[in-house]
């Protein structure tokens, strides 16, 4: 006889027990045990033990299967089970992660820990569950198109149709809904709700918002230097969108500055001199050339594409010298600069602020992180099984990605949403804009170091996003090479594996629509190419996502500085622009307390926030990928100190990719 110790172990979750009883049996290359009863209870964080008999030895242990009776005595009784450990004897123990709710009648599947890519998987029991599995999960996780032009996206009635597993917890659930009831509320008694009015005054705004009472001293600084130079282009490296500035040698040829329009502060350089001297940048909104606004409330909504000049000054502050509201350069386009009167450049830097905004959330932050990260969420649950490597490191970061952005789809994009009732870019104009920025994007612009370079930005001061991003892209790419050449010997291996190339492929055509222009890997040949585009995914569901949503409220809770829609078109001319225009010009009451609540829930971070780094399910069982989980986490605690210790000397600090502060996946 042969006999096995197993222990069940059920995982830390609100209503992760069970009272219906559930068998366990095993499967090993030689055999396979009888199922056996585990127990009729299983408790919340707690083990149940017990032993299987075998007349004779299983040999190695492929996996178990696992099934739950429903005897109804409550009516719903999912159980939810963190990992199986089976001990043969003191050296041979095997560990099946689970990490899944188990809640129909049905027998699944658990893999042993050890992680095997296709060719790996010899045992026929173990190619049979593979091939279960992959045919189960293609069937629950489906593509679908929201709307042409955009990545493709998992299909699903609702945000609560998903599969469990892709579910958010009813912490996260709870904290949301609390955080979004409250914040309506409070809109209702300032009595923004429904109010079309216009704004009376600057300080009108500032009663009703409140940075101080939701403890956001960035936001507070935010209100009271909005209007100065120095914070407007500092946002540009280290706001919300620090991917669109790039330093220029030459002028565009549709933004005709010249030499006498600008004067330098020691007045001894000029324009070609400071261009030459690398002391030029450029931020071009031309994404949104042509673009139409969008109707609100009845009233058309203003959309420009603007050009903004900046310059490097001897004390390293990077400031606006001249804006061009729209790409074509004409007598109805003048060039705004900061001798103009107040109120004239005011408003200039307040149509640049907004299309800002539009730039951001659509293209930054919608497309480039939360469409993208469910592609290859999507593409990763489709098409390798929970045994595969590559399944093993990437799942941690697909969590939540998928109901929150089908949440987006239903109330923050689609027909009624917050963007098309409150963003001049909203509407059917938010399509167009995703559609024309996914047809440009390119594999380089997602990766930081390319992308850093491509806009020749490597020099640029005080640019934390890439002083903290570096290191960051730095320690993912080292963790993702560790592991990678663990499991991948050689090249040969690499071109191998079917499911990676399946895996690869769907992402080409499913994300960026078959586009050849990005340059995105169409299958993969070396192990180098599979390292780079995997720190890639976790880069950009990870880090970037923290550096473009976390400061939402901070850059834009003070709606002067981030408005979602302008009410008037921009000044043709100058001389005319006045405290009045500018006050016509701001979004609406409603609009504004629809932003404030909108990023207020978005920046967030609810109680069951993963950091960068942690992996509270251990799908990696082995030593070495364990091992180099923890060097990752050693690495980022150190660079997280190094953060805070910088950010004690700053003015404003820059706690975006605080490794502690990013969470590993898209989750809000
Ligand atoms: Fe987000």
Request: hydrophobic residues 35%; glycine residues 6%.
């Amino acid at each position: 006889m042969v006999n096995y110790q197993v222990v069940i172990y059920t995982g830390n979750r609100v209503f992760a027990n069970s009272i219906n009883p559930v068998y366990i049996k095993l499967v090993g290359t030689e055999g396979e045990s009888c199922r056996t009863l585990a127990s009729f209870t299983l408790i919340s964080c707690w083990k149940t033990t017990l032993t299987i008999c075998c007349q004779k030895s299983l040999g190695q242990l492929v996996l178990i299967e696992l099934d739950k009776q429903n005897y109804y005595i409550i009516p719903k009784d999912d159980w939810f089970a963190s990992k199986v450990v089976v001990k043969c004897s003191e050296k041979e123990v095997y560990t099946f992660p689970i990490y899944s709710w188990i809640s129909d009648g049905e027998t699944h599947a658990f893999r042993e820990g050890k992680a095997l890519k296709i060719f790996d998987d010899t045992s026929s029991p173990g190619l049979e569950a593979r091939k279960q599995e992959m045919i189960r999960r293609s069937d629950k996780y489906n593509w679908d198109q929201y709307h042409d032009g955009l990545p493709y996206c998992i299909k699903s009635k609702g945000p609560f149709n998903l599969p469990w597993k892709a579910l958010f917890s009813l912490t996260k659930l709870i904290e949301l809904g609390f955080t979004a009831v409250t914040g309506y509320i409070q809109r209702c008694i300032q009595g923004l709700n429904d109010n079309h009015d216009n704004w009376k005054n600057l300080g009108a705004i500032a009663d009703v918002f409140n940075p101080k009472e939701k403890e956001t001293p960035v936001a507070d600084f935010v209100q009271q230097h909005w209007e100065e130079d120095w914070l407007f282009g500092y946002q540009f490296l280290n706001g919300t969108n620090p991917n669109l500035i790039q330093r220029i040698k030459i002028l565009p040829a549709n933004f005709p500055v010249t030499d006498d329009l600008i004067c330098f502060p020691n007045k001894k350089s000029n324009l070609d001199q400071e261009l030459e001297l690398g002391n030029i940048y450029l931020c071009d909104f031309k994404n949104l050339d042509g673009m139409p606004g969008n109707i609100i409330n009845g009233k058309p909504q203003y959309l420009m594409a603007p050009l903004v000049l900046l310059h490097k000054r001897p004390d390293d502050t990077l400031v606006p010298i001249a804006i061009q509201l729209k790409q074509k350069p004409g007598e109805d386009n003048p060039i705004f600069l900061p001798t103009d009167s107040h109120h004239d450049w005011l408003l200039a830097k307040i149509f640049v602020r907004s299309a800002y905004f539009a730039e951001h959330q659509l293209i930054a932050h919608l497309l480039r992180t939360h469409l993208l990260a469910e592609v290859f969420a999507v593409s990763l649950l489709r098409n390798l099984p929970m045994v595969h490597p590559l399944y093993k490191l990437l799942v941690p970061h697909t969590r939540y990605t998928m109901q929150i952005n089908v949440l987006a789809r239903g109330g923050l994009i689609g027909p009624k949403s917050i963007l098309s009732r409150s963003a001049a870019a909203g509407g059917e104009t938010l399509f167009k804009i995703i559609k024309g920025a996914l047809s440009e994007t390119t594999y380089r612009s997602l990766c930081l170091p390319d992308s850093i370079a491509d806009r020749d930005m490597q020099q640029a001061p005080n640019f934390y996003y890439w002083e903290d991003g570096k290191k960051l892209w730095d320690y993912i790419n080292e963790f993702v090479e560790g592991i990678i050449q663990h499991y991948y010997k050689s090249d040969e291996e690499v071109q191998r594996d079917t499911e990676l190339q399946t895996y690869i492929e769907d992402i080409f055509e499913f994300g960026f629509l078959s586009n050849t222009k990005s340059g995105i890997p169409q299958s993969f040949t070396t192990v180098p190419e599979l390292i780079k585009f995997v720190t890639m995914v976790i880069f950009t569901c990870s880090a970037q996502h923290a550096a473009v949503n976390s400061g939402q409220y901070d850059y834009g809770g003070w709606m002067p500085n981030a408005p979602s829609t302008l009410q008037q078109p921009p000044p043709s001319d100058k001389g005319k622009a006045t405290e009045k225009t500018v006050l016509q010009t701001l979004p609406t009451k409603d609009v504004t307390g629809q932003g404030m609540g909108t990023t207020w829930l978005l920046s967030r971070r609810t109680s069951d926030f993963v950091p960068l780094g942690h992996y509270p399910e251990e799908q990696f069982t082995e030593d070495c990928p364990r091992q180099l989980q923890k060097v990752f986490r050693t690495s980022l605690d150190e660079l997280s100190a190094k953060i805070v210790s910088r950010n004690t000397d700053l003015k404003i600090p820059y706690t975006y990719l605080d490794p502690k502060k990013v969470e590993n996946s898209v989750a809000i």
